[in-house]
């Protein structure tokens, strides 16, 4: 066994590995659902963190060349402003490291096509784009499982939207494990307390296909007040239900005087706890059910929690603009080191299959 063999079998259990698509700048969904438990792992020693941009990834979708190559680096420069460390964690571009797209056609001789097919995420991109239901999007969730197991990742900070992908991953390495005697764990999803952030439309979740969903990391506080002040509400009063789900979460319902549901209502409170705090979220919750929200106030409050947590990222976002040396020279160390251990998982997998 070499060096590289024995650092990748001693830390394998305690990898992780995430990723964003290079489809713009990262909005508060990714933050809070992915990029927050991106940097809670960071900190643990005992974990070697791999953080890449999911640039392949990306043209599962339609994709302007001119604009991925340019939102690649708006990824690396908005994980580094947010705090990843490059001391502390691998960050790179998938693309830069072709054994992930080598493993996930091994992966793909595993799975079968309906299972793919009846994916609830593939389904719902091929209604957004229907006329790109391509191979490459049916492939999506074996080359995340590729970007995962490569590294043999035991955890991955993503939202709750990844889970049916992860469900893909531990298959695929339940399969490659039973008939190739490989030793790739079964990777879990490390969730944060956004892991579902919803869209400031109410319906639906966060997103950067949806043109008014989302708040990036990069708004001023003009624009951030301006983005929630579109956000629906409705009279300010009305009756609070809380019940129990079977995973034994709460769930909130807020009902207008007129008895509707207020699910704008309930997204716009889910920020105030999110950015404000639960103790903010009770007091608002009480008003609702005496005296009535004033909305314009409590806009007015959360966008400013929200500009707070996000001006110091900003600020660091501007003085690694104006650096384009260090940032390319953190993608090249991540990526040379990103393809160590991946070439090792590589080599072992091609010689089990028979193709060594
Ligand atoms: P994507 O932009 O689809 O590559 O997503 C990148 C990461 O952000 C993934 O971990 C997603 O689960 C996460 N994410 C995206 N939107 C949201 C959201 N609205 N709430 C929580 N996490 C999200």
Same mark, same amino acid.
């Given at each position: 066994m070499n060096n590289t063999q024995t650092e990748n079998s001693k830390q394998s259990k305690n990898r992780v590995l995430s990723g964003i698509r290079a489809t713009g700048r990262l909005h508060l969904g990714n933050y809070l659902g992915a990029v927050k438990g991106m940097l809670e792992l960071q900190k643990d020693p005992n974990i070697q963190t791999l953080y890449m941009v999911a640039d392949i990834h990306t043209i599962t979708t339609p994709y302007k060349v001119e604009e991925l190559r340019d939102n690649r680096r708006q990824v690396v420069l908005d994980y580094l402003a947010a705090g990843l460390d490059p001391e502390k964690s691998v960050i790179f571009l998938q693309s830069m490291v072709p054994q992930h797209t080598e493993l996930s056609f091994y992966f793909s001789s595993v799975m079968s096509i309906a299972r793919m097919q009846h994916l609830p995420t593939f389904k719902d991109k091929v209604k957004q784009y229907p006329d790109y239901a391509t191979m490459a999007l049916l492939n999506y969730p074996i080359l995340m499982s590729a970007d995962i197991l490569v590294y043999k990742a035991g955890l991955v900070p993503v939202g709750i939207d990844q889970e049916p992908h992860l469900e893909v991953s531990r298959e695929i390495a339940r399969k490659m494990n039973e008939l190739y005697g490989l030793d790739f764990p079964e990777p879990q999803r490390f969730a944060t307390k956004g892991e579902y952030v919803p869209s400031l439309k109410g319906e639906g979740k966060m997103s950067k =296909?949806?043109?008014? =969903?989302f708040i990036n990391l990069t708004d001023d506080l003009g624009t951030i007040t301006k983005r929630l002040s579109s956000a629906p509400t409705d009279s300010g009063k009305g009756t609070v239900t809380r019940v129990q789900n079977e995973k034994g979460k709460t769930v909130t319902t807020y009902t207008d005087q007129a008895g509707s549901e207020s699910i704008g209502v309930k997204s716009l409170l889910e920020f105030v706890e999110l950015f404000q705090g639960t103790a903010k979220r009770a007091e608002y919750e009480t008003l609702y059910e005496s005296t009535g929200i004033r909305y314009g106030d409590l806009k007015k409050e959360l966008a400013a929690a929200i500009f707070a947590e996000l001006k110091p990222i900003q600020e660091k976002r501007a003085q690694l603009e104006a650096d384009p040396a260090y940032v390319d020279s953190v993608i090249e160390a991540g990526a040379a080191r990103a393809r160590v251990i991946a070439q090792e998982t590589v080599e072992q997998v091609r010689t089990a299959m028979g193709l060594g």
């Open positions: =296909s949806v043109e008014g =969903s």
